[in-house]
């Protein structure tokens, strides 16, 4: 008697195992067809994948874990309820009764949905904080004949006007990082109105605004180097009424070919300086 109820549960078992996996292998195969036909018509056709899922019979809950670029898409809040109406159309009997919850990158959808988007349930750990800066600024114009009291003062802005130019092994030339298009490239054309108009005007409200790509596009420009003669040639020319001082601040000094991260060779070398005369060529530097 025993060994035939021992024997009957574990038919009833192993039963359970197989019905089982007969049933996540049609939930699996119902789902990728879901993420196969699903399209977002605000966004040029992807794939879109089934990572995982887990059923809670208990609670009669089903959790769909979407491929990452499921949370790519621009979601929004009347986007949700159709989302899940098209799923549960694919999902097979009882799950179509389920409460589903669709996950992408370790959130659920409708916490993809942007701020400004929402309709309600926005959080308040999204918005920027902290961001006015209540110390002295990096850097100040001390030549701006009047004081910003309001709108950009004391903000920081690093503007980036598009990219520039690299080393091109195979042509062994250097080129644009962006191709021509209309008779120019993305790196000159953006900077032709963020360095003569945008810049100035961020500055005049206030702003210090750094940017990583030279601000100056003329071709031209000299360094001299008073420390390192054997680099570059440098002569004073005295007079009778200028001489030639150390001004004990730091300069320009080139003692290395090759620099490392954080090394200045602006801040390596001597500056000096010398009175102005009225008359021409009595104090200069070369």
Known sequence: ??????????????????????????????????????????????TYKLDSFRVDTRKKHLTVYAGEQFAYQPLRTEDIPDIYERLKRYLPAPLSSYQVEIQAMGQPIEELIPNYYRRKGKTTDRFFTGIRQNTPAWVTNTS???????????????????????????????????PRLFLTTEDQFTQSFILPFLTPMLENAGAVVFNPRERDIQQNEIIVDNDTPQNSIYLEVKSKRSHWQATGKPGFARYKTLYNDCENPFTTGTARFVPTERKKDKAFAQ
Do not use: C
């Not at 195992?17 to 067809?33: F, M, T, Y």
């Not at 910003?148 to 802005?157: D, F």
């Open 144 to 178: 701006r004949p009047y004081t910003v009291s309001r709108g950009l003062e004391g903000r920081h802005i690093a503007l980036w006007h598009s990219h520039g130019k690299y080393y091109k092994a195979d042509r062994k030339e250097w080129v644009w990082q962006r």
């Open 1 to 46: 008697m025993k060994k035939s109820s021992l024997l009957t549960g574990l038919v009833l078992f192993y039963t359970g195992i197989i019905s089982g996996q007969v049933e996540d292998r049609a939930i699996r195969e119902r789902l990728n067809e879901f993420f196969g036909s699903y399209t977002n018509p605000a966004i040029q056709p992807v």
